[in-house]
């Protein structure tokens, strides 16, 4: 089992920028791709951002990317996500997920473990 904590989210105004982090404990993460989705108010959850065990494949929604950034650090057991230029359409809670699959399949799968969501709120 793995668990996920997610810690960063707050409110920026529309512009700025804001780091996520996601801490796992549990089993080890070497083998998971590991990543973030998000849920906006009264929308469906979606896919944000994933990068594989090795963090040589990554992947972003189109509406995120060259804005957002994830990495990891496996000897620390976490994952970030920078997100640079926000906008108000990126408020959302902000989910960490982990599975045991291969990244590709990250965006339209449904994970095997996940955070209790951190909130971002960004203003315009």
């Known amino acids: 089992q793995v668990q996920l904590v997610e810690s960063g989210g707050g409110v920026v105004q529309a512009g700025g920028s804001q780091r996520l982090s996601c801490t796992a404990s549990?089993?080890?993460?070497?083998?998971?791709?590991m990543g973030w989705f998000r849920q906006a108010p009264g929308k469906e959850r979606e896919f944000v951002a994933v990068i594989s065990w090795s963090g040589v494949n990554i992947h972003y929604a189109p509406s995120v990317k060259g804005r957002f950034t994830v990495s990891r650090d496996n000897a620390k057991k976490m994952v970030y996500l920078q997100m640079n230029r926000l906008k108000p359409e990126d408020t959302g809670v902000y989910y960490c997920?982990?599975?045991?699959?291969?990244?590709?399949?990250?965006?339209?799968?449904?994970?095997?473990?996940w955070g209790q969501g951190t909130r971002v709120t960004v203003s315009s």
């Open positions: 549990g089993r080890t993460v070497e083998d998971l791709a």
């Open positions: 997920a982990a599975d045991d699959g291969p990244a590709g399949h990250f965006p339209t799968s449904t994970p095997d473990y």
